[in-house]
């Protein structure tokens, strides 16, 4: 198997290049093995939505991953968008150490507001304090949500590109950007800016779909409510299922195995 097919069926391969001349950056990427990964998530938990839905789901992915590829090695993401209609939530949480990203949907319980919310917070490496950034946005279009969040938040323009099938691109500004190039520039032209512009190679990486979750941190999450109330948390059964909070993975948790961890703690 050649390397470039390897490393695609890995993940979302994405390459971000400097845009000399015009001071911009070009993040871009190929989805189609990343949303299969997502799909087949889907299928092992048995969750099931709307393909309104899943289409939300998915463009908020692709939001993600090019945003997180665009900022530094080490940092990690996460994004929560409020939509009123359809009424759900998406969230996303990238890992720029290990490349991975992770994500659900809520169509329950989701909270009814005046206007739709973008909620984010970063951290520039493990341990260090959060960034957080609220803002508003129109609409059900997560790349346009995405926009409105680099308008308002990071104070600069983006400009986000479908290119057909499952590739997408970035162009992100910076300071001294040429602004009416970058305005005019089309989707149909991203794919020959190499051959009208000087590109510059500046990183390569491939995000795959991981969460992580497990049993014994869905114990650790848990165990301070069973501390306080464990008729609350398990009634008169032996066991619960517990949705993982970041890509809704279900588990499977006894008393037994609730009481072992807090015997070993």
């Avoid at 001349?21 to 299969?36: G, I, M, Y």
């Avoid at 951290?123 to 926009?147: H, Q």
């Avoid at 609350?232 to 909070?245: K, L, M, N, T």
């Amino acid at each position: 198997m050649p390397p470039d097919q390897l490393a695609a069926d890995l993940g979302a391969v994405v390459a971000v290049d400097f845009v000399r001349h015009r001071n911009a950056l070009l993040v871009r990427a190929e989805f189609t093995s990343l949303f299969t990964d997502y799909y087949l998530h889907l299928a092992d938990q048995n969750l099931r939505f709307t393909p309104a839905q899943a289409a939300i789901f998915k463009e908020a992915l692709v939001a993600g991953v090019l945003h997180a590829a665009a900022r530094p090695l080490n940092e990690h993401l996460a994004w929560s968008l409020n939509f009123q209609a359809p009424l759900l939530n998406v969230f996303l949480a990238v890992d720029n150490e290990d490349c991975t990203i992770t994500g659900r949907l809520f169509t329950e319980n989701v909270k009814v507001a005046p206007q739709n919310t973008f909620y984010s917070e970063s951290v520039p490496r493990r341990g260090a304090e959060k960034r957080r950034s609220v803002v508003n946005f129109l609409g059900d279009d997560p790349l346009l949500a995405a926009t409105d969040f680099y308008s308002q938040s990071e104070q600069r323009p983006v400009r986000y590109f479908h290119l057909g099938n499952d590739e997408y691109a970035l162009l992100v500004s910076h300071p001294d950007y040429e602004a009416p190039w970058f305005n005019a520039v089309a989707a149909a032209d991203i794919s020959t800016l190499a051959q009208v512009e000087t590109l510059t190679r500046i990183d390569q990486r491939i995000y795959r779909w991981h969460c992580g979750c497990n049993q014994q941190k869905i114990l650790g999450a848990i165990a301070p409510a069973f501390r306080a109330d464990p008729v609350g948390i398990f009634g008169e059964a032996e066991s619960i299922r517990v949705e993982c909070p970041r890509c809704a993975a279900g588990h499977l948790l006894t008393r037994e195995a609730m009481e072992a961890y807090l015997a070993r703690g």
